[in-house]
């Protein structure tokens, strides 16, 4: 299937110097479902919807300041191949093209309305994401926005002693900023955000949780997403909706999409764009290496994520990756930090192999042994 049919031709089209104030006054008369922003009279990036309305940057802000990256698209290009390039890029929207011509745009929604009625062969436990990051409902602000930071992530499951009571987003946190200083008019603005970080989260919490439990289809589970206007819901246990299993994102489905039945691996790389003395054949060779060495598991797919901080050494940056596996044995991940893509993927690729090492069931294959025992002595 193509998204010929699918592409989302009401966008609107600015270049990357167009003050914000004037992208937001034309968005609201126009009401399009994404921007594509040119510079010099060739594509630079896109504005996704959400991302316009509920940014809180100054009016006055060059359009290129909120603009993402994302590939150029061909109107005839495969679904799945779609979904992939969505996903690697860390967009919701990208430019379709039909030759030289930009003829629209497609969106993480409109792939998933098309389809929907396919969703039903994929339960939630075989897609959702089990290590996730939560917040006490008591923590500060100032606490939440650091984490979503530092782990590159768009919610925090909110919990009280251990029990999940509310979710707190990106979005959550914007909206009560917008919100706020539209309500009190123009004051301090340090004041304002000083005061915002030490409120409390479950004063901006969404509460209750819009969940999905395990043995849901995906199908219904995109369909609450849609229906809710959200990215994600918390999977928690059919009878316990105080427990939290993990996080389903709709960028999780978007993944199960690209999922393919070859012999060879299916690796994918999320903000691809940082790879820098790496390359994806190397990922790839790397993860199948690792997951050779143990007899009687089964790597049905494996995820690879990059996330930049700020932080830099001698102008390489401060790299964050994740690497999940979905195994025969279940979820399988690794996480480590480094200066630059190669060096944070060889760390979380040692942390993956040593929590593979503590899976029982899962044996090394006789030539590896050696290896394994001396990598068990560093434990």
Do not use: C, W
Not at 100 to 112: H, M, P, Q, R, S
Not at 114 to 143: C, F, K, M, P
Not at 344 to 351: E, G, I, R, W
Request: hydrophobic residues 40%; glycine residues 8%; without cysteine.
């Amino acid at each position: 299937m193509d998204i010929a049919d699918i592409v989302i031709r009401e966008y609107v089209e600015v270049d990357a110097g167009k003050r914000l104030g004037k992208v937001r006054a034309i968005f609201e008369r126009e009401n399009p479902k994404g921007i594509v922003v040119t510079e010099d009279g060739e594509y630079a990036g896109v504005i996704g919807e959400r991302q316009l309305v509920q940014s809180h940057i100054e009016d006055n802000t060059k359009a290129s300041a909120l603009m993402k990256s994302a590939p150029r698209i061909d109107r005839y290009e495969d679904i799945r191949e779609v979904a992939r390039v969505l996903v690697e890029g860390g967009v919701k929207i990208a430019p379709v093209y039909e030759g030289e011509k930009l003829y629209g745009v497609i969106t993480e929604d409109a792939i998933l309305d098309a389809v929907i009625e396919n969703l039903d062969a994929l339960t939630v436990e075989q897609i959702y994401t089990e290590d996730i990051v939560t917040i006490d409902d008591d923590d500060r602000v100032g606490r939440a926005i650091n984490r979503l930071r530092e782990h590159g992530i768009s919610r925090l499951p909110v919990v009280d002693d251990g029990n999940l009571v509310g979710v707190v987003t990106t979005h959550d946190i914007v909206d009560f900023v917008v919100r706020d200083q539209d309500r009190q008019g123009k004051r301090d603005r340090a004041g304002d955000i000083d005061r915002m970080l030490d409120l409390p989260v479950y004063d901006l919490m969404s509460s209750p949780v819009v969940t999905a439990t395990p043995g849901e289809t995906v199908q219904t589970a995109v369909e609450r997403m849609l229906a809710e206007n959200i990215a994600g819901l918390i999977v928690t246990p059919e009878d316990d909706d105080s427990e939290i299993l993990g996080v389903v994102t709709k960028t999780d489905v978007l993944r199960a999409l690209t999922f393919t039945e070859e012999e060879q691996m299916d690796v994918q790389i999320t903000n691809i764009g940082l790879l820098d003395t790496i390359t994806r054949e190397e990922i790839t060779n790397a993860i199948t290496e690792v997951a050779d060495k143990y007899s009687r598991m089964q790597v049905h797919h494996a995820h690879v994520r990059f996330h930049e901080h700020k932080e830099k050494l001698r102008g390489t940056p401060l790299i964050q990756a994740q690497i999940r596996l979905r195994t025969s044995h279940g979820q399988l991940a690794g996480s480590g930090e480094g200066y630059g893509a190669e060096h944070a993927f060889h760390v979380a690729l040692d942390k993956l192999e040593r929590n593979v090492l503590e899976l029982k069931g899962v044996n090394a294959d006789e030539k590896y042994q050696g290896q394994l025992l001396r990598k068990l002595g560093e434990l």
